[in-house]
């Protein structure tokens, strides 16, 4: 059994206010997306779910957010993952009601009916605070992997690159912290370039190109000399391709008129239909020009941007050439 798409990120967001809940703060909307990666498009709809299943409420406001309206160890995992699917009991035949000469019952009925109460059984007894605790176990290392774990090992490639702006960094920084929202067309018009390469020497044509569907962006933080900014975005297509980048850009003061960006973190290149990593020195390639596209396309605009521009929708955005 899985859960659909709607229902793993409602549990990934649970997940994560679970972590937040002894902090005693509402957490953030884009935190729940950065950290889970849930498209910003989408998590105010999987939170909106916890809401109406009476498990978060939401406050407004500059210290507003999300939390659980009661301690993770008192929501179960059943209320999680119905909040997200729906209650699991059925009523209809699990054969479906299609024709056929069975009147009345179907002879899946005597297994799947108690094997479905066992299944909700097992999710009624585990909270959402082991589920947490797990969480933070396999993000420490410390979690022992079953030899029946589904996942493997997602091969990762560290990427790096940087430019020097000729803008002075505390101007730059003023920029950055005025919307760092804007960045988002960038990192998805970055993307397109560097897959663009795929498309030229790929083995399908244009139907390799992938697809933003998340770009998640952190809060600047740090000085006017030294500012980071986290980020992660993820794409996906038609024939199985996942591309994912995730690490942070530095503003580093080079001199009074000179200032450095640097880009680093890990990419998990693109796998093909049964789950195999493609040529790795062409993921090498893709990987480097979506990392240079995306820097070259910020300094181009911070040096074109004016100090007063304050708010994203002031920020001009060169439409991405997919080829």
Same mark, same amino acid.
């Given at each position: 059994?899985?859960?659909? +798409? ?9 997940v994560?206010?679970? #972590?937040?809940?002894? *902090?005693?703060?509402?957490?953030? &909307? ?10 910003r ?15 978060v ?15 993770? *160890? =008192?929501?179960?995992?059943? $209320? ?8 699991? *009991?059925?009523?209809? #035949? ?15 009925h ?9 299944? +909700? +059984? @097992? ?6 605070a082991?589920?947490?605790? &797990? ?10 992997? %079953? ?8 091969f990762m490639?560290?990427?790096s ?6 803008l002075?960094? %505390? ?6 912290r ?34 933003? /569907? ?5 809060? !600047? =933080? ?5 500012? /980071?900014? !986290? ?18 850009l530095?503003?580093t003061?080079?001199?009074? =008129? ?13 796998l093909g ?5 493609? $040529? @790795?020195?062409?993921?090498? &390639? ?13 300094? &181009?605009?911070? =040096?074109?941007?004016?100090?007063s ?9 060169t ?5």
């Open positions: 059994m899985t859960l659909s +798409k709607r229902g793993d990120y409602v549990v990934r967001a649970a994560s206010l679970a #972590c937040e809940y002894e *902090s005693g703060l509402p957490t953030k &909307r884009h935190k729940v997306s950065s950290e889970m990666g849930i498209p498009t989408f998590v105010s709809q999987i939170l909106g779910n916890l809401v109406q299943a009476g498990l409420v939401s406050s407004s406001g500059k210290d507003g957010g999300y939390r659980l309206t009661r301690p993770p *160890s =008192e929501v179960s995992l059943l $209320d999680v993952v119905e909040a997200g699917e729906g209650p699991l *009991s059925t009523g209809a #035949c699990t054969l479906g009601d299609g024709p056929c000469h069975w009147d009345g019952v179907c002879p899946l005597e297994t799947w009916v108690p094997a479905s109460s066992a299944f +909700k +059984k @097992e999710l009624a007894s585990t909270s959402l082991e589920v947490a605790e &797990r969480s933070r176990a396999i993000e420490a290392g410390t979690y022992d992997v %079953p030899p029946d774990a589904h996942r493997g090992r997602a490639m560290t990427v690159d940087s430019l020097q702006v000729e002075a960094a %505390p101007v730059i920084a003023a920029k950055l005025a919307g760092g929202s804007w960045l988002a067309p960038h990192v998805e018009a970055a993307s397109a370039e560097g897959e663009a390469i795929r498309v030229r020497v790929g083995p399908a044509g244009a139907g390799w190109l992938g697809k933003i /569907v998340a770009v998640n962006l952190g809060e !600047p =933080e740090g000085t006017d000399e030294t500012l /980071v900014i !986290p980020f992660a975005w993820e794409a996906t297509g038609a024939t199985g391709l996942f591309p994912h980048l995730e690490g942070e530095r503003l003061a080079v001199d009074p =008129e000179r200032a450095e960006l640097a880009l680093t973190g890990n990419y998990r290149p693109p239909r049964a789950g195999q990593v493609l $040529d @790795e020195a062409l993921m090498s &390639r893709v990987a480097a020009a979506t990392v240079r596209a995306f820097l070259r396309r910020v300094a &181009r605009t911070l =040096e074109e941007m004016p100090v521009w304050t708010t994203p929708q002031a920020v001009p955005v439409p991405a050439r997919s080829s």
